[in-house]
């Protein structure tokens, strides 16, 4: 029976060593992962950072990019009001020259009527000189 308990105690004294060998072995892996996750943190949170910063960057780089494309589409839209007042003014100038033409042609036409008239009245001035030079003779 002392045999026996010997030879169990000499099984649990190995079985003992070898669940604390085990043990030391989950201690030290357990080190080495927590060493290892803290400088994965650390180096995600190092990431994370440059990440921020190069969003800050890039929302700046964002915002001048919008700024000068408002600028752009407020200057063409004043452009484009100036081309077409331009044109609104071009076509006006084209009606009036178009009615001062018509007055034109119509003045012509009167003017000759004009010259029409005082040629006749010349012509009946004559006659009437002759008449009366013969009425005087």
């Known amino acids: 029976a002392l045999d026996?308990?010997?030879?169990?105690?000499g099984a649990l004294?190995?079985?003992?060593?070898?669940?604390?060998?085990?043990?030391?072995?989950?201690e030290k892996l357990n080190a080495q992962l927590t060493e290892s996750l803290h400088r994965e943190t650390e180096s995600s949170l190092a990431i994370a950072e440059d990440l921020r910063g190069e969003m800050?960057?890039?929302?700046?780089?964002?915002a001048a990019e919008?700024?000068?494309?408002?600028?752009l589409a407020t200057g063409f839209a004043k452009e484009k009001?100036?081309?077409l007042a331009v044109r609104a003014l071009l076509d006006h100038m084209k009606e009036e020259a178009g009615r001062a033409r018509e007055?034109?042609?119509?003045?012509?036409?009167?003017?000759?009527?004009?010259r029409a008239d005082v040629a006749g009245l010349r012509t009946d001035l004559a006659n009437a000189q002759a008449s009366r030079e013969q009425l005087a003779s």
Request: proline share 0%; net charge positive.
């Open 13 to 26: 004294a190995v079985e003992l060593a070898r669940v604390r060998g085990s043990f030391s072995m989950a």
């Open 56 to 62: 800050a960057k890039l929302q700046c780089a964002l």
């Open 4 to 9: 026996k308990a010997a030879a169990e105690q």
């Open 103 to 114: 007055e034109a042609r119509s003045a012509e036409a009167a003017q000759q009527l004009l």
């Open 81 to 83: 009001e100036k081309v």
């Open 66 to 71: 919008q700024s000068a494309k408002l600028q």
